[in-house]
Structure formats: C-alpha cells, structure tokens
C-alpha cells in the first residue's frame, strides 16, 4: 500500500509536533500546499496557531485592516492601539507564508513625525476556508489544531524518554491518569476534542462519500447501518441524508448518547461496545480499531460478526500504514499519527497496515481477503465481510 506525494522535511517543536503534522498532511491532501510551510513556522510559535483561532482572526478577514479585525474580536482589548499594532504583525507573519493576502494602502494616515504610513490589508486565501470554525458544514482542522496545543497534550512530551526507559504512558506519567479519563474531568477540553472530532468527520466523510467507495455501491445494500462508536452522530448523519433508504443506529457510551442531539433517520443507542454491538446489515467504525489493542480489536470485531447477517460486512474506515515506513509527506502521515496513539496510551491502540487489519478481522471471522478502498491521505476504507 502505497501512498504518494511530495516530499518534504522540517524541524519545529520535537521535530514537528505530530499533531500539526496530521494537519498538514491533510491540507496537502485538500490541495493546500502552500499551508504546509507557514504551519511548519507556526509550530515553533508553541500556541501561536491556537491565539489566531481563539481571537478569531481567520473568520474576521474580508480585506480588513488589522484595527477593524481587532473591533471583531469576541472580547475586546485593553488597549486598542497596542491590540492592533500586535494583530497586524501576526496577519503579516501569516500573509509572508501564504495563509493570507495582503495588500497595502500607502500614506493612509500621517506618522507624528509627519513622515507616511502604510496600512496593510489583509483577505482570505483559499486555504483559510478549512481554518474557518465553520466552514459552511463542510469541516474544519481549527478546533483540532486548538486541541493540539492544549497543555496537558503537550506536557506529555517531557516525560517520553521516561516512559521508555521504565514503561508506562508518557500522558499518564504528566497528567496522572490516562488521556479519556482525564478528558472525562474537563468538560472544556472534552467539548473542544468533541468538536474537533465532530469537524474532521465532517472532512473525511465528505469526502469518503463523494469518493469511490460510494461509486462502487458501497452502501447500495444496506437498509440497516450501525455507526460504533459515532460519537454526536456526525457521520451517521452524513449517510441517511443521501441514502434515504438506511436507517441509521449510533452506538456509544451511555454518557456520550445522553449528550446527542436528534438527527433525521437515526436512533441513538448506548452501551459499551466491548459487551455488544446492536444488529444491523453493516456496521461502521471511522477511527475506533485504532484506539484499541489487538485483542480487544478481535474482541469488538467478533461483536460485529455476530450482530451482521450472512454476507453483512463491517466498513472501517482507519488511517493505514504502509508496510515499510516511506519518506514521502504523504508516507510519513500514518506514522505521525501512530506516534500520537503512543504518546497518548490510547488502550494499547496503534496505527497498522492493511496486513494486520486482515489478521484481525480473519480472527473474529470475517473472509478474506478483506477489501481496501482510498479515501483520501492515509485514510482508507476496509471491508470486512461475513
């Protein structure tokens, strides 16, 4: 399994924070690549991405100059002039990288010292449509970048020569308890993982269904889709809504489902899915297998077998790696990513290639071979069927 794509190579905060990575890999995949190179100077910023969506500066640009994007800003400044003169230089160091245009209007207002001024206006490129918070309901990478740079998943870092040294997980050693857990006790940072899982879901699964996997029918026999672990239900929904003849059910914890919302065409249910997946003709997964070990993979697949008819399949859709890692952008991606499961003791969870997931899937007891379709990136559909 290949994946091509340019190549590229950079250092920044622990040699590229794997997080940004992801992005970055996606915008390339979005057709972005312009993107890549102000986000590898932005990740030697630490935070600095997450201050420009916070005060909200992509969703402000309309050709506006750095005072009027500072009048948008949720919560205004102690000192406008200060405020304005700061915004200004983050929308240049943006533009010097493409993020942004700028264009300038020369003498608009005298210096004190009567010499002229020059004010710098700054607009949209296409790029920023996927840093927008909402980007039409297209998906967005901004909720997911400000998760990126959140303290507790950046701390974790400091503890990983530790955890290789005497075992352990790198996020537990900085935080004192795993990842979810802690996640479960901040409200703020589940909402913002939330969301940032919801946005990509929007991305990918767009994608997923204007792709090949659909052009080849890959939902035309289904009447009954389970969507494990699917989360507010934002994939799930993005399914009914252009097959009308599937009834959708999302499966999650009990705690995640009371926090749903009613989606046309779906049934939310909870439960946990290590003890049992709902019936239905097909189950889905967008990201799950890799959060667990390989025994709780057999585990929740066998569940699946089980919960589909004959010829029923499950359509998982994971990041795959290639079986020799690859020094292209695009090679690198899964492997960036698998490094985040690690840092971050997901279960025992990792990223793995096509062979593996075969493995598991003719363990719980579906045929093989399995089948593999492109998404787009280092995403990939398998089908596992009975």
Known sequence: MAFPGASSSAAGYNLLHPLLSFIINIMMF???????????????????ASTVF???????????????????IPRPAANKAEATATVDRMMRFLASHGVVTCSTDEGAAPAPDGSSTVLRRYAKRPV????????????????????????PFLNPWQHMAEAVLSGGVAFEMANGMPAFEYMGKNPQLSALYNQAMSQLSLLVCRKMLEGRFTAVGGFD???VLV???????????????RYKHI??????????????????????????????????????????LHLLDDDDCVKLLN???????????????????????ETTQAGRFPFQFDIICLLNGLKGGRERTEQEYARLATGAGFRTPIRSTAVFGAYWVLEFIK
């Open 128 to 151: 920023c449509r996927w840093l927008s918070a909402t980007n039409n309901g297209e998906g967005s990478l901004a909720a997911l970048a400000m998760f990126g740079f959140q303290q």
């Open 303 to 325: 569940s699946c077998y089980w919960s589909v008819p004959e010829k029923g399949k499950v359509i998982a859709m994971e990041v795959v790696l290639p079986a020799t890692p």
């Open 221 to 223: 026999d289904i009447q």
């Open 247 to 288: 009834k959708g059910i999302n499966f999650d914890l009990p705690f995640v489902i009371s926090q749903t919302k009613p989606i046309p065409g779906v049934e939310h249910v909870g439960g946990n899915m290590l003890d049992y997946v709902p019936s239905g003709d097909a189950v889905f997964m967008k990201s799950v």
């Open 227 to 241: 969507d494990v672990g699917g989360g507010a239900g934002t994939a799930l929904g993005m399914i009914p809504s």
């Open 30 to 48: 979005l057709g972005n690549t312009v993107f890549i190179f102000s986000m590898l100077c932005l990740v030697d910023l630490d935070d600095y």
């Open 54 to 72: 916070l005060l909200g500066l992509i969703d402000a640009l309309a050709a506006a100059p750095a005072g009027e994007l500072v009048a948008q």
